[in-house]
Each structure stands twice: as C-alpha cells, then as structure tokens.
C-alpha cells in the first residue's frame, strides 16, 4: 500500500527526518496560499501514486504565488500514467550541491531489511543499479534488533558523505530504520536525499509503502485513509465496493468481466482471454467455500460495470462446490436479470449438481438464460474462454 509523496514526508519529519517546508494543496487557491507562506523560490509537485512525474511534466518550478496558481491549473487538469492530479505537494525550492541515495526493503529469504545507499541518487538511480551495481551498497540488518549510530555511520561513509555530514547523515539512516520497523513498511527509498548548498541533509522525495494486511495495527495511520487505497493509486468505487464485501478484487482497462473460482484459475482465465484476442475488465477472486450470497455479490460488480461487454465465469470445485456457484448466478438473476452476455464452466466438487440447477431454472423460465451459455466438464475452458472473448466482440446485445 503505497503513500502519496506528502504522506510519506509527514512520516519521515515524525522520525527527526528533515523534509522540504511544505503543505499538499487541493485546489488553485489552497496552492496560492501555500506558495505565499514559504515566501520563496517553490516546487509544484503533482501527486500521483507513479513514477515517471518529472517526465511526464507533473513537477514545476515556480518564483511567485500568482505564477504557482497558474501552474498549478496545469497540473490538476493533467493525467500522468492515466491518473488525475488531485492533490499538488507545495514546497520550498532547494539548492542542491548533491544528490544521495537511501532504501530500504525486505529480504524475505535471509529475513532481514536490506538497506541501500549510493552517493549518485536521482531519477536515474534505477539505470545505475543495472549498469553500476558497485555504486550501490548494501548492508543486511536484523529487523528485531536497533541499528546503532556506529553501524549507521559505516553505512554513511559507503554514500560518500563527508565528516561534516556524517551524525545527519547516521541519525537519518536510523530514522529511516525504526519508521521501516515501526509501520511494517514493505520499501522505503529516500530519492533524492539531498546535499543542499548549505551543507545540510533533506529528504527531497520519497516512496514509502506498507504492508497492507498490517494497517490495522496501525490506528494513527487512519487519518491517511490508507483503507481506500492499493499500491498503485486510489482505488475505484467498484474495488471499494467489493472490499466492503469481502471480495478481492482489482479493476483493469479491459472489456471481459471475470469471475474465476479461486486466484490461480483467474490468473489462468485471463491468460486465455488475452491468447484469444480479449482483454481482462477485471481480476477478482472469489476464495474457496465461497456462499451463494457472495458470488451473488461478485456478479453485481461485474453485471454493472458500464466496461463490461462479456462476462467470464469459471468454476474448479475442490474446496468450493459447484452447485453453491450456480444458486449464486441463480440468485442474482432472478432477482436482477443479466445484462451482458455470460459464459460460465464448472467442473470438479458437485459440478454435475451445478449444471442440474442450470437445466432446472432454464426450463422453467427461459428468459433467464438467453444470454447465458454454461457448459460442464466435457467442454475444455480454452473452448469456454473463447467463446467470451467472441461474444464481447459482438457487443453487449449478443446471443
């Protein structure tokens, strides 16, 4: 779960790590106020849960407040990576002498934070660490035991810095290291730290991201709405939707609703629909000894996405059964109807019951069915998953 920009430096400044002046702005006017109270040479920077901002024109400099307004309407108007600008970090301009690199993250096979410094930081920190690995050093350290100032400050010397930097230098490293335990931060980079011309240490950026099954140990970070949040941007209405009901669930740009029985069958369902020509609207996984009621839920989200030109269901029955699959699509329709043309497969646990309660439903009401195709164990998913990806190409009127 990562954090905005500003988020991030409330939690660095919390740990004695000094941090650019500055306030997130919501709109033109709340950036024209805040510009006026640095009183000084700004930066605008849009914040987006990417990277890539620079490039793609979401940070700007700026000498006045009036000058900071009129950029600012820019950047709300801007998508960068296909995200709106919401919110504009307003700081104050550093004079930067050099730039410095620090990160930390988890080593899950010697179980330990490894943490990364170089004294070449900056947007291309990712291309040194794929042709100059040796600028890069890295130091394991115990997440159960303190990082002392004399560790630190072997891990300072390795960024180059000078005798004159070096207790900030150390007191930011160890800073960095009780914020990464603290919060059950998952990466932490501070990128760029930078040198200013002063001579003193400042976190000019930074990406911090949190374990997410560990937020609820972490009341205090509610004031961050970190609930309605993933690692790559805010989330939707529909992923916020299915996580008050308990349902994994993540949007994506396609045109094929998926309901798989279980995350590896959906990983493979949205294989096939990408090998027969389809695109995935969604990933969503309904977990095992799913009840009726849920996968009931789980085709709402699907049937009322105005995205959603096909829907593909598919159905293992190990744990899960097959007939509380159908009494779920059941359910729904009958209670709803089905708008978008649907293919569904179920195999395995109860599959023929399954199917049993499919033939019932439409000889009784026909109606029902006219734009649902549901096939057993005899018919191959490749052959099912085909199917959908024909139907979402004729459109949502499809028969």
């Known amino acids: 779960m990562r954090l905005f920009e500003y988020e991030g430096k409330e939690l660095l400044a919390g740990f004695n790590i000094p941090v650019p002046r500055g306030k997130a702005a919501s709109n033109m006017e709340e950036v024209e106020v805040s510009a006026a109270e640095i009183n000084g040479p700004i930066m605008l920077k849009a914040q987006v849960l990417t990277g890539g901002r620079g490039k793609a024109g979401g940070i700007r400099g700026a000498d006045t407040p009036s000058e900071a307004k009129a950029i600012a309407g820019e950047l709300f108007n801007l998508k960068i990576s296909g995200f709106p600008v919401e919110k504009i970090l307003v700081e104050q301009r550093l004079e930067i002498r050099k730039e410095l690199y620090l990160g930390m993250t988890l080593d899950p096979v010697l179980n330990k934070v490894i943490i990364l410094v170089s004294g070449s930081g900056g947007i291309e920190i990712d291309e040194i660490a794929e042709k100059h690995p040796r600028k890069i050093y890295r130091k394991g350290s115990d997440i159960d035991e303190d990082l002392y100032p004399f560790r630190a400050a072997e891990i300072a010397k390795r960024a180059g810095v000078k005798s004159a930097q070096m207790n900030e230098m150390s007191s930011i490293i160890i800073g960095l290291f009780r914020l990464f335990r603290q919060y059950d931060v998952q990466l932490a980079e501070i990128n760029p730290l930078v040198l200013t011309e002063a001579g003193t240490l400042i976190a000019a950026d930074c990406r911090i991201s949190i374990d997410t099954n560990a937020v609820f140990r972490h009341p205090e ?11 790559d941007g805010t989330m939707t209405p529909r992923e916020i939707q299915a996580r008050e009901g308990g349902i994994p669930y993540l949007d994506l740009d396609g045109e094929i609703g998926m309901m798989p029985g279980g995350a590896g069958v959906g990983i493979m369902a949205n294989d096939l ?11 969503m996984d309904s977990s095992s000894g799913s009840t009726p009621e849920r996968i009931a839920g789980m085709l709402k989200l699907l049937d009322e996405n105005p995205n959603v030109k096909a829907i593909f269901g598919a159905r293992y029955g190990g744990i899960s059964r097959c007939d509380d699959f159908a009494r779920g699509i059941v359910s729904f329709i009958k209670e709803h109807g089905l708008t978008k043309p649907t293919v569904l497969c179920v195999t395995g646990n109860m599959s023929l019951e399954g199917m049993q309660i499919f033939e019932e439903v439409r000889k009784e009401d026909p109606k029902l069915f006219e734009q649902i195709e549901f096939y057993g164990g005899e018919t191959p998913i490749e052959e099912a998953a085909r199917r959908a990806v024909e139907l979402s190409k004729r459109g949502a009127g499809a028969t």
């Open 273 to 283: 629909i990408h090998y027969f020509g389809g695109k995935p609207a969604n990933f």
């Open 221 to 231: 970070l509610k004031a961050l709405k970190l609930e309605n949040r993933h690692e």
